[in-house]
C-alpha cells in the first residue's frame, strides 16, 4: 500500500523548535522529489519548502528561509525526508503535509500526499 506519513508535530512555544519527518511505504521516496506544504483554516495550502530526489537542490519560501531545513540522506534512508523548524512563530501554526512530487516546482505534478500533522505554536 502506498502511503507518505507525518510525524514529529505538536505543540511548541514560540522560539522553540520541532522536527517532522515525512516516511514514505509502498514506493520509493528517493525517486521523487519530496515537498512540504501547510494549511490554515480558510486558506490554500501553500508550499514551503522542497527538495530534489537527490537532495541536492532545496527551495524555501520567503517567510521560512534561514529558520527552515529541509533534509534527505538517500544512503541512510530512500524513504524519509525531515523538516527541521527552529525559531517557530505563532504564525506558523498550521496543518503540515508532505508530498511526492515529480520535481520541485510550482507546476510539479503531485503523486502522493501524506494524512497531515498538526503544528500549534503557542505560549
Known amino acids: 500500500q502506498v502511503q507518505l506519513a507525518e510525524s514529529g508535530g505538536g505543540l511548541v512555544q514560540p522560539g522553540g523548535s520541532l522536527r517532522l519527518a515525512c516516511t514514505a511505504s509502498?514506493?520509493?521516496?528517493?525517486?521523487?522529489?519530496t515537498a512540504w506544504f501547510r494549511q490554515t483554516p480558510g486558506k490554500e495550502r501553500e508550499e514551503i519548502s522542497c527538495?530534489?530526489?537527490?537532495?541536492?537542490?532545496?527551495?524555501?519560501l520567503d517567510s521560512v528561509k534561514g529558520r527552515f531545513t529541509i533534509s534527505r540522506d538517500n544512503a541512510k534512508n530512500k524513504n524519509t525526508v525531515d523538516l527541521q523548524m527552529n525559531s517557530l512563530k505563532p504564525e506558523d501554526t498550521a496543518v503540515y503535509y508532505c508530498?511526492?512530487?515529480?520535481?520541485?516546482?510550482?507546476?510539479?505534478?503531485?503523486?502522493?500526499w501524506g494524512q497531515g500533522t498538526q503544528v500549534t505554536v503557542s505560549s
Open positions: 527538495i530534489d530526489s537527490s537532495g541536492s537542490m532545496t527551495r524555501y
Open positions: 509502498g514506493f520509493t521516496s528517493a525517486h521523487f522529489a
Open positions: 508530498a511526492a512530487r515529480l520535481y520541485c516546482s510550482a507546476d510539479a505534478p503531485t503523486r502522493y
